[in-house]
């Protein structure tokens, strides 16, 4: 099995890494890229709010959304790993500014050939400028699970800390791609 081209399995597929803020997304993002010789998408929202002079509003999750489905329609024949994707904007939309605009759902519910890895927040908090929620990761974590589980979007939930769950989430598609071949 060559775990090393960009297009592991012979279909395009998408590997999104979710869950709260300072669960872990970025670290298995990047280990999993490295160990598999993919391509990383990093996180847009991060890059993008980084960049602004101003505390953001609701305008720029609109932006953010359009830029992920930008990148998620960027790559129609390669197994990518998104840090993130449009469903993390969702979730950040609702909580911030409530009703979500119907082309955020719509794009997220037609995303094909998706898996998704789903951080539990069991690891220490990181403080961080963009971060907003210390003490809310079990309540967020839950709006995720029940997102990937009511709209029926294949996920894993990884757990543990540092190496214990970069080899659980490894494992975990290593057999889906021995299952694909």
Not at 10 to 29: A, N
Not at 61 to 85: G, H, K
Request: one cysteine or more; glycine letters at 4%; proline letters at 6%.
């Amino acid at each position: 099995m060559n775990l090393s081209s960009n297009n592991v399995i012979g279909i395009d597929m998408r590997w999104i890494v979710t869950g709260p803020e300072s669960c872990g997304k970025t670290s298995l993002s990047e280990f999993l890229t490295s160990e598999l010789g993919l391509i990383l998408i990093p996180e847009y929202a991060r890059i993008y709010i980084t960049g602004l002079d101003r505390p953001y509003v609701k305008e720029d999750l609109d932006r953010i959304a359009r830029q992920q489905i930008i990148e998620w329609n960027q790559y129609s024949d390669e197994t990518i790993v998104f840090d993130t994707d449009i469903l993390t904007t969702i979730i950040w939309y609702e909580e911030k500014y409530g009703a979500i605009p119907p082309y955020m759902m719509e794009h997220w519910l037609s995303q094909e050939k998706s898996i998704y890895l789903l951080c539990k927040p069991d690891i220490f908090w990181q403080p961080d400028p963009l971060r907003e929620n210390p003490d809310d990761q079990d309540r967020l974590f839950e709006i995720y699970f029940h997102y990937l589980n009511a709209y029926g979007k294949p996920f894993k939930v990884v757990s543990g800390a540092g190496e214990a769950r970069n080899v659980a989430a490894k494992e975990f598609l290593s057999r889906l791609i021995r299952d694909w071949q």
